[in-house]
């Protein structure tokens, strides 16, 4: 794809421990092992991307094209971006949305890999103009969650950054909407750019932070937004 193919930028923040064994077994078996090429083992093991070129490339239904990936893992104890991902999304796929989950899978099975990770926050620069009417989806993803245990019910905050600035009393209807009933968000004041939501989610995991950017995503599309958004979740 070209350079100017709209990108999404996926990033992972959180602790990671690194597993006190990993840099034995990788000098014993030779490996230099990276955030990027870790991800680009488990997409290509999952069938969603390959850096295969030419004709050996023939992954059909393939979901987005590797452009750049890395990760912050000092070993600190203090919160950091351990792992980012940038790619092309696939455009001539039927009915498939943006990538979202897919890739929060690839990089925190990356993650996980290699150490044990306290996750605090997903942020997703997302192109708009790509995303599809999800409303199905988020359906049966909201009957997924509907399924977590009532303790695990934890409060976030979203923030979704894009042009023209959400309404926030709409975008958090729409979210609720989208997310039926399980999310309960609210508009929060803030300091900072974007339109900001405050509530509570019925987990607090990878998977469950990629459905709530999922809802966003699809309030943002249906209110006729399409220019870029930076949506953030985060546990607080």
């Known amino acids: 794809m070209s350079e100017e193919s709209p990108v999404l930028t996926t990033e992972i923040y959180g602790v ?39 004709a050996q490339n023939t992954l059909g239904g393939q979901r987005w094209e590797h452009a750049d990936a890395g ?9 950091r971006q351990v ?34 990770l306290r996750f605090t926050a997903l942020r ?3 192109p708009v103009a790509l995303a599809r009417d999800a409303g199905f989806d988020l359906r049966a993803a909201a009957d997924w969650f509907a399924l977590s245990s009532p303790e695990a019910r934890t409060d976030i905050m979203v923030t979704a950054c894009t042009e023209p600035e959400a309404n926030a009393e709409q975008l958090s209807a729409a979210v609720t909407r989208s997310g039926h ?7 929060s004041p803030g300091d900072g750019p974007g339109t900001i939501l405050a509530g509570s989610a019925p987990e607090w995991t990878p998977d469950a932070a990629a459905w709530i950017t999922g809802t966003v995503l699809e309030a943002l599309r249906a209110s006729g937004v399409r220019a870029p958004a930076r949506i953030t979740v985060r546990a607080v």
């Open 71 to 79: 990760g912050d893992w000092s070993q600190d104890g203090q919160e």
């Open 181 to 187: 009933g399980l999310l309960r968000l609210r508009p």
């Open 83 to 116: 792992a980012w991902l940038t790619v092309y999304p696939a455009t001539g796929l039927r009915g498939q949305h943006l990538p979202v989950l897919p890739i929060v899978q690839t990089l925190t099975d990356a993650l996980h890999r290699v150490g044990r």
């Open 16 to 54: 990671l421990t690194r597993h006190p064994w990993i840099g034995q077994v990788s000098a014993d078996h030779d490996l230099d092992e990276d955030l990027f090429s870790l991800a680009v083992k488990r997409a290509g093991a999952y069938g969603w991307s390959t850096t295969l070129l030419g």
């Open 124 to 126: 997703v620069h997302a």
